[in-house]
């Protein structure tokens, strides 16, 4: 089970920080990822990370302004997002695989958070 939190309302400009919490066994051995939907749209590629933590990947339009960590020690994942702009708004959802690599499609993974959502006022 994956569960999400963090999203909020927040300027143009501003910063947040996305949390999913992961109730499995074995967390480490999980790639997970970021994804976001906007409404009547499916849900696109943002960011993963593989099971250590030490490769990334990023959507071109938050590179550079997103990252993605996570924390195996508490069975964590995150998504700090920095300068937000307008496009952003979405309901963000993170996933996991297990496996140790990731990929940026979302038929990749197996499992899904129920979702968080992200606002930005301009």
């Known amino acids: 089970q994956l569960v999400e939190s963090g999203g909020a309302l927040v300027q143009a400009g501003g910063s947040l920080r996305l949390s999913c919490a992961a109730s499995v066994r074995n967390f480490d051995d999980y790639c997970l990822g970021w994804f976001r939907q906007t409404p009547g749209k499916g849900r696109d590629f943002v960011a993963a990370i593989n099971w250590y933590g030490d490769h990334t990947n990023y959507e071109d339009s938050v590179k550079g302004r997103f990252t993605i960590a996570r924390d195996n020690a508490k069975n964590m994942v995150y998504l700090q997002m920095n300068n937000l702009e307008e496009e952003d708004p979405a309901v963000y959802f993170c996933?996991?695989?297990?496996?140790?690599?990731?990929?940026?499609?979302?038929?990749?993974?197996?499992?899904w958070g129920q979702g968080t959502r992200v606002a930005v006022a301009s």
């Open positions: 996933a996991a695989r297990r496996q140790w690599t990731y990929d940026a499609a979302e038929s990749f993974y197996d499992f």
